[in-house]
Structures are given as C-alpha cells and as structure tokens.
Antibody
C-alpha cells in the first residue's frame, strides 16, 4: 500500500519561501509512469493543482504559479519536494502531495497525503 | 484554462435518496474527467476516472457518465457515509489540470 506524508514548516513569513517535502512509502518514486504531485486547498475552498514532477524528473507547473515554483525529486530518500517563493497570505492553504497515475489510458490522483496546513503570517 | 462548473453548490437529500451531481466544462475534455469525494479533515478520494470507470473498491452505487463538456456523477441510494463534498477534475489538452468548485451533499 502506497502512503504519502507531507512535512515542513507550518508557519512561513510573507515574502519568504515555502518548502514542503513528501515522503513516499510502499513504492518507489522512480517507478515508471507516475507523476508526483502537489495540490492545495485554501481554507473552506476548493482544490487547486500546483504542479507535478514526472518520475524522470521533468516538472510541470500550473502557469498561475510557475514563476514562483520549483519541484524536485530525491530518489535516494524516496521523497519529492515543493518550493514556492515570495509567499503572501493568499498562499495560506492545506498542501497535499499525491500520486497521479494511469489506468486504462486515463489519469487520476490515486494516493494522497493527509495534508499539511501552511499559514503565511508575520 | 478549462473551467469546470459544478452544480448544484449544495444538495440536501435524505439517506436512501438518489443524488445527481453535474459538472460542466468550458471546453471539451473528451472523457478525461475524474470525480473525487472529500470528507471533513480528510484528503480527497478518487471515485470515478475516465468519466465512467469506477476506481478500485468504490461501491457500485456510484456511477459516472458523460463526455465532451457535460458530466454527471450519480449516487443511486445515499448511504450515511456518502454525505461529503464532491469534486470533478479534468486534464484536457493545452490546459492546466483543473478542479471544479465542488458540490456539497448534505443530510436533509
């Protein structure tokens, strides 16, 4: 059973960089065919795709956040990471990591972390 | 960017009733649409992918239909554990992946 767990600071100051790591267990992030993803949910709101990184290391970012985003893989630790720079209060949200995988040629998010609340405040 | 519009915003029903949730896409997405269920304090869970394929271990009271721009999630008979928020999600060509705004199914 694949499990994902987010970790990182729960409080970040405005203008600083938000950094989160997702640790994957029960499967290797180097396994072919998966996109390792970040999704966020503003308090009481819907879901927003942030981006994902393919098992090969190629990232794909939401254009609305692209200029501030960096995603990476650490295959030795079976982790992937998110960095979002120049944060403001509008980046306060629950951040989920998730696996984007395919079946029958369709893609969907099949495994999710429990979510990590990140608050942007001085 | 493809916008997904879900309706209604809230659906008030009793256990045992049928729930019909709609998701409309601003451009055609073929069958590249999934449905998720989210309960308070939990991560979403995939119910349907490819517009109509039930995910692993999802009860057959959940069904999805549609293609192109109009999609429906139907829960044939609501169980107490089905009261939650439901999101549709698309990944059409030349558009970032997007989610709908959600439909809350609440107990009447």
């Amino acid at each position: 059973q694949v499990q994902l767990q987010e970790s990182g600071p729960g409080l970040v100051k405005p203008s600083q960089t938000l950094s989160l790591t997702c640790t994957v267990s029960g499967g290797s992030i180097s396994s072919g065919g998966y996109y390792w993803s970040w999704i966020r949910q503003h308090p009481g709101k819907g879901l927003e795709w942030i981006g994902y990184i393919y098992y090969s290391g190629t990232p794909y970012y939401n254009p609305s956040l692209q200029s501030r985003l960096t995603m990476s893989l650490d295959t030795s630790e079976n982790q992937f990471s998110l960095k979002l720079s120049s944060v403001t209060a509008a980046d306060t949200a629950v951040y989920y990591c998730a696996r984007y995988s395919s079946a029958n040629r369709f893609y969907f998010f099949d495994y999710w972390g429990q979510g990590a609340l990140v608050t942007i405040s001085s | 960017e493809i916008v997904l519009t879900q309706s209604p915003g809230t659906l008030s029903l009793s256990p045992g009733e049928r729930a019909t949730l709609s998701c409309g896409a601003s451009q055609g997405v073929s069958s590249f649409l999934a449905w998720y269920q989210q309960k308070p304090g939990q991560a979403p869970r995939v119910l349907i992918y490819g517009a109509s394929i039930r995910a692993t271990d999802i009860p057959d009271r959940f069904s999805g239909s549609g293609s192109g721009t109009d999609f429906t999630l139907t829960i044939s008979r609501l169980e107490p554990e089905d009261f939650a928020v439901y999101y549709c999600q698309q990944y059409g060509n030349a558009s970032p992946l997007t989610f709908g705004g959600g439909t809350k199914v609440e107990i009447k």
